[in-house]
């Protein structure tokens, strides 16, 4: 079965920092790309960022550049995302999800089930 | 930076089509996917590449991108298929959504 899991998530104050996994299975990870997409509370769906099969290309939302790093470990089968000088407005459900593109986004044909990251003092 | 509105809400009788659509600057010059989400659920895939549909996306599923806009067309809509719905594109190395379309079957 091909799946995506995220973990990581959690309550944490305003500038402090985060982890989030995603771990997939079923699939040979190493050749697709791999996309962050974050929703707030009773809002719609935002990208955030993605990365290529092999890391060459790695790109960011303007909102989240120089704060937010997107990594993955092939070897592992797992996506990151370190998440630092966290704001109020980061609070959001966080998906990753598979890309059907190389460079560029195509479409993300599995998702995760999302981990819900909380901002606030 | 580049936008894609599509309408808030659209509504539809069980058995009619429905169509719902993504405006954007040139935006046939680009690839346009669309998503169905319903609540308290992961986003689905039921468009990628303007038309083609994923293994296991039901054939009243399509979509097109001429000019300006996308559409996503549901035929013989279905209960089941009140969702919401956002589109897609990559412009300038970023990954836009539309601010997505609540779909009302009554």
């Known amino acids: 079965e091909v799946r995506l899991v995220e973990s990581g998530g959690g309550l944490v104050k305003p500038g402090g920092s985060l982890r989030l996994s995603c771990a997939a299975s079923g699939f040979t990870f190493s050749t697709y790309s791999m996309n962050w997409v974050r929703q707030a509370p009773g809002r719609g769906l935002e990208w955030v960022s993605s990365i290529s099969s092999t890391s060459q290309y790695i790109f960011y939302a303007d909102s989240v550049k120089g704060r937010l790093t997107i990594s993955r470990d092939n070897a592992k089968n797992s996506l990151y995302l370190r998440m630092n000088s966290l704001r109020v407005e980061d609070t959001a459900v966080y998906y990753c999800a598979r890309d059907l593109g190389g460079r560029d986004v195509r479409g993300g044909d599995v998702w995760g089930q999302g981990t819900t990251v909380t901002v606030s003092s | 930076s580049y936008e894609l509105t599509q309408p808030p809400s659209v509504s539809v009788s069980p058995g009619q089509s429905a169509s719902i659509t993504c405006s954007g600057d040139?935006?046939?010059?680009?690839?346009v996917c669309w998503y169905q989400q319903k609540p308290g659920q992961s986003p689905v895939l039921v468009i990628y590449e303007d038309t083609k549909r994923p293994s296991g996306i039901p054939e009243r599923f399509s979509g097109s991108n001429s000019g300006n806009t996308a559409t996503l067309t549901i035929s013989g809509t279905q209960p089941m298929d009140e969702a919401d719905y956002y589109c897609?594109?990559?412009?300038?190395?970023?990954?836009?959504f539309g601010g997505g379309t609540k779909l009302t079957v009554l």
């Open positions: 040139t935006l046939d010059n680009k690839y």
């Open positions: 897609q594109t990559w412009h300038s190395n970023n990954g836009v």
